[in-house]
Nanobody, 116 residues
Framework: QVQLVESGGGLVQPGGSLRLSCAAS????????MRWYRQAPGKERELVAVISSTGVGTNYPDSVKGRFTISRDNDKNTVYLQMNSLKPEDTAVYYC?????????WGQGTQVTVSS
């Protein structure tokens, strides 16, 4: 059974940093690209980071490029999202995601709130 469990969210002031973690199980983690999405109230879900199965390739949208870094540890079946220089507009629930041919799998999400 595929499971994704996010952690590390919380309340942080503008300009601060957080590191999110996603613990994966139920599939061959090292063979799959992993993704982070976020969704703020009243807004559409937004892709914020992608990492290849090996960790060599990464991609980010302009909204987070230069501030967020995705990484993974295949020995620990865990993908991370380091978030720096956080802005109020980064406030959202952040979700870990993996894609299969038959469906996408999502974690429960972790809340990130950026506010002074």
């Amino acid at each position: 059974q595929v499971q994704l469990v996010e952690s590390g969210g919380g309340l942080v002031q503008p300009g601060g940093s957080l590191r999110l973690s996603c613990a994966a199980s139920g599939f061959t983690f090292s063979s799959r690209a992993m993704r982070w999405y976020r969704q703020a109230p009243g807004k559409e879900r937004e892709l914020v980071a992608v990492i290849s199965s090996t960790g060599v390739g990464t991609n980010y949208p302009d909204s987070v490029k230069g501030r967020f870094t995705i990484s993974r540890d295949n020995d620990k079946n865990t993908v991370y999202l380091q978030m720096n220089s956080l802005k109020p507009e980064d406030t959202a629930v952040y979700y870990c995601n993996v894609v299969f041919v038959f469906r996408d799998y999502w974690g429960q999400g972790t809340q990130v709130t950026v506010s002074s």
